[in-house]
């Protein structure tokens, strides 16, 4: 089969079955025919088109489990798909992992040749690069010592520093910009960059949405082993969040007495509905409140709770909603709010309650969403506080930063 | 960034290829292993070195455990056997013991390396082959250290180099290829079947004896003949055979058995050539 010009990467209708076994596979099982373990089929990739020209960048997203990881795989020649075709166009240093076949009790030095050459290097271009690579990796004083020794911070750099300079045609990178310290970062960073500008292909996985932002201009979301969305980052992301938040959604369990129900939930940013918020913008919560029976005075009861439960902000009517409901009506309930939350996942909750403050509606799982943290900044609440030293505030290149921001979203579904 | 600079803007792509569900041709997969050459030796070094790297003796452990084992049953059976007869038993013991100890480490490390390679293997693409062949390669140095020590003891024995001596080569080119083809066998299957793992313990206690390597396969009367069948007769004979000569004295039927082995050997190895080829991308979906 011959390369069209310019395809880096290509999936053509690829599928990837797996089997699930119920039990281990047990020879004598396997033998003795009428007892062999029983499986079921499991498809982690289904009918997945996908294809990267030569120097593009495109980040991957989606859930765990969705199939990343299978695709990842596929694109690295680890594995074959079930159906269909994978066709990989040039030397390709899988990043999937940091420092791969490094053994502890060998010194830094050793394992920079057996990582390098399972990347596809050769001793000879290892020992050219070889010092760079030392260097990259501020290790300089410390090559000779095991790795055993070394802080997980000093294994993840050196491992990092190989994987970069292995000068592949195609980088696949899951998840491992994460690596040690937030200058060491912005330094792999700028390498990333500097690879993309020489015209390297790179796959991106990730669940930051940040980092996707600043390094990928096209997004593939991945759900449920199929393509949910191809295309703009931008658009992309907010897909992404959509999709967790249906997800969050079909299993939240709404309880009542059944008099009320709060449906279409909804949250407004500047560019209309959304479940990804930026910062510090003006948004509206909207949701409808149907009544089944009539209710006398209810009250409406706002509340943000953090994705570990942590009660965030709540605000609530004091007197009630003025006059009586009749079954079958239906109001709509708007609440505007400027976005002030920290970076993390958060699940905002209308709850309706009777007059004496008995729960008419409790709201399960509410509306999920998504904040992206200040680069620089954490926690549940942003005080968008500055740092100012000598009367000069600190001005940083926060678009390169993946700073705390990053790690938090990293945790968002795992 | 000087390493950026020195690759042209439009290197030739020099590794292009399709993966389809189908499995590779004979062709493919043995041009595959042969650029994985540098990656099959480098594992094999970093597993001799690792392997021995915190023991205060290192390698010596190598030829110290084997040597050992050699020297009991040396002294056991020549006691209460009474098996010398017109050559030296020590070194009869010795030179087969020496090969059943790489047997035996190869077949406990190579038959599971695919599975115990598994972090590896899911990350990174090479034939999976390579993991096992650089099991069998960095148990080499052992072997070769422990047949040094061999060449050094058999004056000690009493018995001087002979023009058989030579034949320590072609036994140890047999006990390689056999042990290459059996555990590129067994590995395959011990991704599917981990019970593999425990019958290969029991079966290195149980074969130990049912091959002639501690005593002379003629002392077993009217069984001898049939151990020709076993097809590590054959190399256990070619390193007696090295080591003291005379194979009139204690093989039954030397040619018969070199031949099994042979004969064995290459079955396996086209057994193991079809099982990678169609299995090379599959086992890592089951470790």
């Known amino acids: 089969m011959t390369a069209s010009r310019g395809i880096s990467l290509q999936l053509q209708t690829v599928g990837k079955r797996y089997w699930k076994l119920e039990e281990q596979a047990i020879l004598l099982k396997s033998i003795i025919p009428l007892w062999r373990p029983t499986r079921t089929e499991l498809w982690a990739l289904r009918d997945l088109d996908l294809t990267i020209a030569q120097g593009e960048t495109v980040g991957i997203m989606g859930r765990n489990g969705a199939g990343k990881s299978t695709m990842l795989r596929l694109l690295a020649g680890v594995t074959q798909p079930t159906t269909g075709r994978v066709f990989i166009g040039g030397r390709v240093a899988p990043l999937l992992s940091v420092g791969v076949g490094f053994h502890p009790e060998m010194s830094g030095r050793e394992n920079v040749y057996v990582n390098g050459m399972l990347l596809g290097l050769t001793r000879r271009q290892i020992d050219a690069r070889f010092d760079q690579i030392v260097a990259f990796a501020e290790l300089e004083s410390f090559i000779d010592t095991p790795v055993k020794f070394y802080s997980s911070g000093m294994f993840m750099r050196l491992g990092f520093a190989v994987a970069i300079h292995s000068d592949p045609e195609v980088l696949l990178v899951d998840e491992v910009l994460a690596v040690g310290d937030v200058a060491f970062q912005l330094k792999c960073f700028q390498r990333m960059r500097d690879i993309q500008a020489q015209g390297t292909t790179i796959v991106f996985v990730s669940h930051s949405t940040h980092a996707i932002r600043l390094l990928c201009p096209r997004t593939v979301i991945i759900s449920g082993g199929t393509m949910a969305f191809d295309g703009d980052t931008p658009e992309a992301i907010n897909h992404h969040f959509e999709i967790l938040s249906r997800e969050q959604g079909e299993r939240s369990g709404e309880s009542g007495s059944a008099a009320v129900e709060v449906s279409d939930r909804e949250l407004v940013g500047p560019d209309g509905p959304t479940y990804h918020l930026p910062y510090d913008e003006p948004v509206t919560y909207r949701a409808r409140i149907h009544f089944r029976e009539r209710v006398v005075r209810p009250q409406a009861q706002f509340q943000v709770y953090s994705h570990t439960g942590v009660f965030v902000y709540g605000r609530r009517t004091m007197a009630g909603l003025s006059g009586t409901f009749e079954a079958g009506d239906t109001v709509e309930v708007e609440i505007p709010f400027q976005q002030r939350l920290g970076g993390d996942t958060y699940r905002l909750v209308l709850n309706v309650l009777d007059q004496t403050d008995d729960p008419l509606y409790t709201d399960g799982e509410g509306l999920v969403v998504y904040v992206a943290a200040r680069p620089g900044s954490a926690g549940l609440v942003d005080l968008q506080a500055d740092i100012v030293v000598d009367g000069q505030p600190v001005n940083e290149d926060v678009d390169l930063m993946l700073g705390p921001g990053k790690l938090r979203a990293a945790e968002y579904d795992s | 960034m000087t390493a950026l600079a020195e690759r042209p803007a439009a290197a030739p792509s020099r590794e292009t290829y399709s993966i389809g569900p189908e499995p590779r041709t004979r062709r493919e997969w043995l041009l595959d292993q042969w650029a994985h050459r540098e990656v099959l030796v480098m594992l094999a070094r970093k597993q001799f070195h690792v392997r021995y790297k915190r023991a205060l003796f290192g390698v010596l452990w190598a030829v110290a455990v084997p040597g050992i084992q050699a020297g009991i049953l040396a002294a056991v059976f020549s006691h209460f056997v009474h098996t010398h007869q017109g050559y030296s038993y020590p070194a009869y013991v010795v030179a087969a013991v020496f090969g059943w100890s790489y047997y035996s480490q190869t077949l406990g490390t190579g038959s599971t390396a695919i599975v115990d390679g598994s972090s590896l293997a899911d990350k990174l693409w090479f034939p999976r ?100 069948f076993n097809p590590l007769t054959g190399v256990a004979n070619m390193f007696h055979l090295a080591a003291v000569g005379r194979p009139d004295l204690w093989a039954t039927n030397l040619p018969r058995s070199v031949a099994v082995t042979g004969g064995v050997t290459i079955v396996l190895a086209l057994v193991a050539l079809e099982a990678h080829r169609r299995r090379d991308r599959l086992f890592v979906d089951l470790l």
């Open chain 2, 129 to 228: 082959s390579v993991l096992v062949i650089s099991e069998c390669l960095a148990a080499l140095p052992g072997l070769c250290i422990s047949l040094v020590l061999l060449l050094i003891l058999l004056p000690i024995f009493g018995v001087g180099y002979a023009p058989h001596t030579l034949f320590l080569i072609p036994a140890v080119l047999l006990l390689v290829a056999f042990c290459t083809s059996l555990t590129l066998c067994l590995s395959a299957l011990h991704v599917y079947f981990r019970d593999v793992k425990y019958m290969i313990q029991a079966s290195l206690l149980v074969l130990f004896y049912l091959t002639p390597v501690a005593y002379p396969q003629r002392r077993l009367g009217g069984l001898g003949p049939w151990m020709d």
